[in-house]
């Protein structure tokens, strides 16, 4: 059974969440602590959303230098898969292991609603599970989820299929050319915005859409190991 090891960080609201969702997906769940600088033998890992550090700075910038992100650095750039969601997403962007920014919404409030999103790239390890074009709808919930970067980058983005996920549907913070996920250049590291471990049930959330990630990368993983 592969492991995917989900990191607390003082401040991280969506651990739970995240190892909730991979269980349910058929993964063993291994706790990781931002203090500990071993991933404990983890095949993937998610860095949860939440209000890392209290936020201080900028969002992601304290624990871009937690002792676990340098694990996690050097695992994600030898291949291994890492997934950072709202939170997670800006750390990884502070961790220069995804390029751009988030910044603060641009109509300066918080958001928290369902949000239908189109899958641009599903050759990646966490969106193999997905067709090309599909919609699907998670929850987004962010006061900072405005994605920028400079023209060239965003071009590079677009030219190596590096945009995997646009809102669609309106866009709730104001991303420049409706970008909610990215990926790196490898495919192995993904940051999205919405919440995808808030849809995994059909009890709690507005569709079962977010499981396609979990199980993409376990998919992911079993084809690695064949």
């Known amino acids: 059974m592969s492991k995917i090891g989900v990191v607390t960080f003082p401040g991280s609201l969506d651990d739970g969440d995240a190892a909730r969702a991979a269980r349910i997906s058929g993964a063993e769940v291994v706790r990781l602590w931002h203090a500990d600088p071993e991933l404990h033998g983890v095949d993937a890992v998610v860095l949860p959303g939440g209000f890392s550090y209290g936020d201080y700075l900028r969002c992601g910038a304290i624990a871009r230098f937690a002792p676990v992100m340098e694990a996690v650095a050097d695992a994600a750039r030898g291949g291994m898969p890492v997934m950072g969601i709202c939170n997670g997403f800006q750390i990884l962007c502070e961790a220069h292991l995804l390029p751009g920014a988030l910044t603060r919404n641009q ?12 899958m641009e790239n599903t050759d990646t390890a966490w969106t193999n599970h997905f067709t ?27 030219a190596n299929g590096q945009i995997v996920a646009r809102y669609i549907r309106g866009n709730p913070n104001g ?12 495919g ?39």
């Open 188 to 226: 192995n590291v993904l940051g999205i915005m919405p919440h995808p471990e808030h849809a995994v049930e059909a009890l709690t959330g507005p569709s079962l859409d977010g499981l396609g990630f979990f199980s993409s990368v376990l998919r992911h993983l079993a084809g690695a190991a064949a």
């Open 132 to 158: 090309d074009r599909q919609e699907i709808l998670i929850p987004v919930k962010n006061g900072e989820g405005c994605y920028v970067a400079d023209q060239r980058t965003l071009d590079e983005l677009e």
């Open 107 to 118: 109509h300066l409030h918080f958001r928290n609603r369902d949000q239908w999103l189109r």
């Open 175 to 186: 991303s420049t050319r409706d970008i909610a996920a990215i990926r790196n250049e490898a």
